[in-house]
């Protein structure tokens, strides 16, 4: 069974910074792309972006140059480094992978950016 735990979430204040942490058991983690979304009250689910095995990354136009994914396959850890941060960035973050015709998400972790 695939699980996947996000951490790191926190209050920061406009352009602070934030790591955030994906945990994934169940599957050869190694060999799957990760993704991140996030979810703002009210907002549909947007990806933040996306790194596939070969530690390529992919971004939204919004984060890309502020956010930086990477990954550690020794640890089956995924991360989300986010720089500074902006007002809207204010959401749930949530870490994704798919498995066959299965998508899986963890339970996210809460980003708040306020002054």
Not at 32 to 39: H, L, N, V
Request: hydrophobic fraction near 30%; glycine fraction near 12%; proline fraction near 3%.
């Amino acid at each position: 069974q695939v699980q996947i735990a996000e951490s790191g979430g926190g209050l920061v204040q406009p352009g602070g910074s934030l790591k955030l942490s994906c945990v994934v058991s169940g599957l050869p983690f190694h060999l799957f792309p990760m993704e991140w979304y996030r979810q703002a009250p009210g907002n549909q689910r947007e990806l933040v972006g996306r790194i596939d095995s070969e530690n390529v990354a992919n971004y939204a136009d919004s984060v890309r140059g502020r956010f930086t994914l990477s990954r550690d396959n020794a640890q089956n850890t995924c991360y989300l480094q986010m720089y500074g941060l902006k007002l809207e960035d204010t959401a749930v973050y949530y870490c994704s992978t798919m498995r066959g015709f299965s998508k899986y998400f963890g339970q996210g972790t809460q980003v708040t950016v306020s002054s």
